[in-house]
Every structure is written in structure tokens, then in C-alpha cells.
């Protein structure tokens, strides 16, 4: 099996189909496939998306400037995985983000009239991308409460919360400057609130290592 197609076949909505029915797609050149370096901007804000993106690997994210300039990551993307493929399917089919490369990636483009036909001869797809849809929106919902509606130090405690498993160290995943713009925060101010943290005694930070001191806090946000 060629690897692309074997990529295909992992993607959660793709494994509703027959690997004769994807390897078909490729076959015929309904399927274009792009590769992009590190850095590389795959789409821009303001464009029309005309297809539907599957990121086949690598990663990406997507981002966005505030009105103040301050650069905030919406969501970062690993590999295989659909990319902005809400927006595919709305009226306006506006992306309201920048897609960048992470790393060297590859990425799939299928006409989203393919996919409307792959749909209506097959019903389990059809649920699938439905159930996709509607799992990507929650997403959406929870990064806008995320984003919106806390505070820095709780958005620390939040993130912090999330990779906790009962022991007294999280190894931070991310630079403070991949922190602050997963936040939409400046590096001065999110190391601020790091160093508010510790005087209030739940965490102390040591590089990477953040040390749990008031596990009751952080279980909190669990």
C-alpha cells in the first residue's frame, strides 16, 4: 500500500471508506498533494478555501494578530489531520487565520464537491464528518473560553492542569514564547504572572520544570 493512501486510511473520517475507493482518488488526481517547509505560510487570512486541507505530516499551526499586534496561536495541528476544514464547509469560506508550517509537512487537497459525493454514496462518512464537524466546533467554543474568559495566571494554571498526573513536576512542552502566544500574551507579562504564582506559593519554576507546591490549586482546574 503506498504510504499516502496508508496516511488516508488513518485519518478517523477516511476510515469509513474502502482503500479501493481512496487509492481511486489518488489515481485520478483528485487528490493534490503539496509539500511546504518550515516557516512556510500554507494559507493566509482573508483566503477563500475552495477544497478541503488534510495535513498528512508534519504540523502547522494557525494563527492570528490581536488589535495589538501581539501574534496569538489558535491551534497547533499534528499530522494526520484535517486542517481548517470547518471553514471549508461554511457559507463564507473565509479563513480567519494564518495556516504556517511548524516543520517540513505535506498536505492533501480535495475538492469539497469529492467530498459532498463521497457523502451521499456513503453513509457511514457522512456521520463520521459530521461528528468531526461538530467536535471541531466544542473545540472552538472551549479555545474562545480559554482565550477570553481567564485570567494569565489562571490560563497558566489551566495548561498546567492539563498535563498533571498526580506527580510534583510538569515539564513544560513549550518555550515561554510559545506560552505567551498560545495565551495571546507577551513574554514580560506571562512571566510576570509565573513569578505571581510562586510568591503565592502553589508552583515553583526552575527552567522547564514547573514544581507543584499546592497540588489543591491545580486539581482544581482538573
Given at each position: 500500500m503506498h504510504p499516502l493512501i496508508e496516511t488516508f486510511s488513518k485519518i478517523e473520517v477516511f476510515k469509513k471508506l474502502k482503500i479501493?475507493?481512496?487509492?481511486?482518488?489518488?489515481?485520478n488526481r483528485e487528490i493534490i498533494f503539496r509539500r511546504y517547509e518550515r516557516?512556510?505560510?500554507?494559507?493566509?487570512?482573508g483566503e477563500k478555501i475552495n477544497e478541503?486541507?488534510?495535513l498528512m505530516s508534519g504540523k502547522v499551526r494557525g494563527?492570528?494578530?490581536d488589535f495589538n499586534g501581539k501574534n496569538l496561536v489558535v491551534e497547533e495541528i499534528k499530522a494526520p489531520n484535517f486542517l481548517a476544514v470547518n471553514i471549508s464547509f461554511s457559507r463564507e469560506a473565509i479563513l480567519p487565520v494564518d495556516i504556517i508550517s511548524e516543520e517540513r509537512c505535506e498536505v492533501a487537497y480535495l475538492k469539497k464537491e469529492k467530498i459532498?459525493?463521497?457523502a451521499s454514496?456513503?453513509?457511514?462518512?457522512l456521520k463520521a464528518l459530521v461528528e468531526f464537524l461538530g467536535s471541531k466546533f466544542y473545540f472552538i467554543s472551549q479555545k474562545l473560553w480559554f482565550i477570553t474568559l481567564n485570567s494569565l495566571k489562571e490560563k497558566i494554571l489551566i495548561y498546567l492542569a492539563s498535563k498533571y498526573s498526580g506527580g510534583e513536576i510538569v515539564v513544560l512542552d513549550k518555550s515561554i514564547e510559545q506560552l505567551s502566544q498560545l495565551f495571546g500574551s507577551?513574554?514580560?507579562?506571562?512571566?510576570?504572572?509565573?513569578?505571581?504564582?510562586e510568591s503565592e506559593g502553589i508552583i515553583r519554576k526552575e527552567g522547564n520544570k514547573i514544581y507543584i507546591l499546592d497540588k489543591d490549586?491545580?486539581?482544581?482546574?482538573v
Open positions: 479501493s475507493q481512496i487509492e481511486r482518488l489518488v489515481k516557516g512556510e505560510l500554507i494559507k493566509g487570512r478541503v486541507m488534510v494563527e492570528m494578530n459532498f459525493e463521497l454514496e456513503n453513509i457511514d462518512f507577551t513574554r514580560p507579562a506571562l512571566s510576570r504572572a509565573f513569578s505571581s504564582l490549586v491545580i486539581d482544581f482546574y
